[in-house]
């Protein structure tokens, strides 16, 4: 891998309606608006040889329109954090002051994940994409995946409560940016601290 442009999906239904889904098996799909931002991602940023995608159905349809006729890979340890008690409510309803109170290795109540434990999964994501053969490869993520990246490419570690990503807005990074991200991030799951 040469270049590794990365994006969040395009705006769902069910980020619409502010509700919070960690769960790949809910198909999600992506609102007018959203597919027209998937088609505008692919327009800004032209071809890939591969396009990456999460289990989550959003995800991929942004990939296949943003890069038709192109290569789909599915990554599983790039898959939304799973949110436990609060799948499936609205933002705002829980989820965040649970998240701006607890530990980054505090596993979310109700079956959910730690967010250490996300960034574990998310560094041997990006960790697969860095060894494909593939020269420039797309890959459609959600928020916390590309939040994650870009801060640790600035040299910075996970932070308690991440800024928003906008929806199919491309991020591009080169290899060695990859690789030293990767490093960042396989260094603070070691001892993860907010």
């Known amino acids: 891998m040469r270049e590794l442009v990365v994006a969040r999906h395009g705006e769902s239904e069910l980020n619409a309606d502010n509700v919070l889904n960690g769960d790949p098996e809910v198909i999600v799909g992506l609102t007018a608006r959203g597919e027209e931002q998937a088609r505008a991602l692919g327009?800004?940023?032209?071809?890939?040889?591969?396009?990456?995608?999460?289990?989550?159905a959003r995800t991929r349809r942004t990939a296949e329109l943003a890069w038709p006729d192109t290569p789909l890979l599915e990554i599983p340890e790039l898959d939304e954090i799973r949110f436990g008690r609060w799948e499936g409510t609205r933002s705002g309803n829980g989820y965040e002051a649970w998240a701006s109170s607890s530990g980054p290795e505090d596993e979310c109540p109700g079956g959910g994940e730690s967010r250490a434990a996300a960034a574990r999964r998310y560094a041997r994501g990006f960790?697969?994409?860095?060894?494909?053969?593939?020269?420039?490869?797309?890959?459609?993520?959600?928020?916390?995946?590309?939040?994650?990246?870009?801060l640790a490419v600035a040299g910075s570690p996970p932070v308690r409560i991440l800024e928003h990503v906008q929806p199919a807005s491309p991020y591009r990074l080169d290899r060695a940016e990859l690789d030293r991200a990767i490093e960042l991030l396989e260094a603070w799951t070691t001892a993860p601290a907010f």
């Open 43 to 56: 327009a800004a940023v032209g071809p890939v040889d591969l396009a990456a995608h999460t289990r989550f």
């Open 127 to 150: 960790g697969l994409l860095l060894g494909r053969s593939e020269d420039r490869i797309g890959l459609v993520a959600h928020g916390a995946q590309v939040r994650y990246l870009l």
